[in-house]
């Protein structure tokens, strides 16, 4: 899976939630292994991976390569059973909790492909951002100021 990520991830990406660290603590919970799924081609290669994480979160990569043969993605129909696998997920916590719960997925603002897809499965935009920050370190930190 971590192959999979720093693959198919464009390098402005690399530190989006999840970062290979993130993947990695979030995997050693068992209630996300439970609710991991991988998705391998003719081949065996990993393809793909889905998860929904402890707080209701679907997180997924898919390697997209363009198949010429039919002027599509190669994978085209993995993002629908990722969201279906993620749906059964929630559905079975609802039921083991009693709880009427959500699914939520999260993207970059500039994703339009991200942004597309989860639109097409019925995905709703909410007012929840959040704000990632940075400072380069090839330059001097100023002293606090009180």
């Known amino acids: 899976m971590l192959g999979l990520l720093a693959a198919?991830?464009?390098?402005?990406?690399?530190?989006?939630?999840?970062?290979?660290?993130?993947?990695?603590?979030?995997?050693?919970?068992?209630?996300?292994?439970?609710?991991t799924r991988l998705w391998s081609d003719a081949q065996?290669?990993?393809?793909?991976?889905?998860?929904?994480?402890?707080?209701?979160?679907?997180r997924w990569e898919l390697d997209r390569p363009f198949a010429p043969q039919t002027g599509q993605a190669a994978h085209a129909g993995i993002e629908s059973e990722?969201?279906?696998?993620?749906?059964?997920?929630?559905?079975?916590?609802?039921?083991?909790?009693?709880?009427s719960l959500t699914l939520d997925a999260s993207?970059?603002?500039?994703?339009?492909?991200?942004?597309?897809?989860?639109?097409?499965?019925?995905?709703?935009?909410?007012?929840?951002r959040s704000l990632h920050l940075l400072r380069p370190l090839d330059e001097p930190i100023p002293a606090p100021r009180l």
């Open 44 to 58: 065996g290669r990993l393809v793909g991976f889905a998860c929904v994480d402890h707080y209701h979160n679907l």
């Open 82 to 99: 990722m969201v279906a696998w993620g749906l059964k997920c929630m559905r079975r916590r609802m039921r083991e909790t009693g709880q």
């Open 8 to 35: 198919v991830r464009p390098a402005e990406r690399s530190a989006d939630y999840p970062s290979p660290a993130d993947l990695r603590e979030a995997l050693a919970l068992k209630r996300v292994q439970d609710n």
């Open 107 to 128: 993207c970059r603002e500039d994703d339009a492909e991200r942004i597309a897809m989860l639109r097409r499965h019925g995905f709703l935009p909410q007012a929840e």
